[in-house]
Structure formats: C-alpha cells, structure tokens
C-alpha cells in the first residue's frame, strides 16, 4: 500500500509564500505522474500543477507564475512552492500520484490558509 504524507499547509498573509511537500513511501519512478489537487467545501477537487517523470509540468491557469511543482527522485518527494498567494487559494491541498500501472494515491490534504 502506497503512502503519501503531505506538509507545510499553514496560515500565511496574503501575498507571502508557503512550501508544501509530498512523501511517497515507496520509489517515485513508479509514478508516471505526481501532483497536488485542492479542493473548498462542498467544491469538487480541481488540479493546481503536476509533474510527470520526465519532468514535464501542468498548471491550473490561476497558479501559473506563482506556484511552481518539483520532484526530488533521491528522497521521493514533489513540492509545490506556491509565492504570492491570495485568499482564494486557501483550501485543502491533496498530494496525488498515478503509478505506471494506472493505479491513483492521494495523501491526506494539508490545510492552506491565506488571510486577506
């Protein structure tokens, strides 16, 4: 059974920044595709950025320029660095990952709180 276990949620003003990070417990080469999700009550879960193994990123259009998603293959982790945030992005944040054989991980949401 897969983990993922994310960190770095938190409370931060409007325009600071926070890091989330994501801890797979298993090799992330096994992953085809690594990303973070976020989803506000009663919403549906929306895509903010992934990062398929070759290194290719995807980025919800309100994101773009300030959040940027990475993987570190040596300690199995993706980040999502997300500057100049806005209180429209707080919400819960779900790590995910799609394994070669299309198997899909979520962790358990990290809370982001942007106040205004």
């Known amino acids: 059974q897969v983990q993922l276990v994310e960190s770095g949620g938190g409370l931060v003003q409007a325009g600071g920044s926070l890091r989330l990070s994501c801890a797979a417990s298993?090799?992330?080469?096994?992953?085809?595709?690594m990303g973070w999700y976020r989803q506000a009550p009663g919403k549906q879960r929306e895509l903010v950025a992934t990062?398929?193994?070759?290194?290719?990123?995807n980025y919800e259009d309100s994101v773009k320029g300030r959040f940027t998603i990475s993987r570190d293959n040596a300690k199995n982790t993706v980040s999502l660095q997300m500057n100049s945030l806005k209180p429209e992005d707080t919400t819960v944040y779900y790590c995910?990952?799609?394994?070669?054989?299309?198997?899909?991980?979520w962790g358990q949401g990290t809370q982001v709180t942007v106040s205004s």
């Open positions: 995910n990952a799609e394994s070669i054989f299309q198997h899909v991980y």
């Open positions: 298993r090799n992330i080469f096994t992953f085809n595709t």
């Open positions: 990062i398929t193994s070759g290194g290719t990123t």
